[in-house]
């Protein structure tokens, strides 16, 4: 069994900081891209960042600049740094993971359970 789980939301005014985690547990056998997206309300949810086993990494236009992807594999945990945050970053945060679990040859997709993040003043 693998979990996801998340933690480091919650309410911060325009133009604060937040910084989310996502750690990994469970039977693990590698991971290998780890990344954060988000869902407002009526809305699809999208990508945020990713980064990959070895550190590439990836942004939404909308967040380059301001948000920072980092990972620590020796905890099998992710971060996402949300600096200068705006209202319209108000949103249920989602770890997503790319896991093989031990024993198993192949790899599956999970989830966390989501945190929200809400900006305003």
């Known amino acids: 069994q693998v979990q996801l789980v998340e933690s480091g939301g919650g309410l911060v005014q325009p133009g604060g900081s937040l910084r989310l985690s996502c750690a990994a547990s469970g039977s693990i056998g590698s991971i290998n891209a780890m990344g954060w997206y988000r869902q407002a309300p009526g809305k699809q949810r999208e990508l945020v960042a990713t980064?990959?086993?070895?550190?590439?990494?990836n942004y939404a236009d909308s967040v380059k600049g301001r948000f920072t992807i980092s990972r620590d594999n020796a905890r099998n945990t992710v971060y996402l740094q949300m600096n200068v945050l705006k209202p319209e970053d108000t949103a249920v945060y989602y770890c997503?993971?790319?896991?093989?679990?031990?024993?198993?040859?192949?790899?599956?997709?999970?989830w966390g359970q989501g945190t929200q993040v809400t900006v305003s003043s």
């Open positions: 997503n993971a790319d896991i093989v679990p031990r024993w198993y040859l192949t790899h599956y997709n999970y």
């Open positions: 980064i990959t086993s070895g550190g590439s990494t």
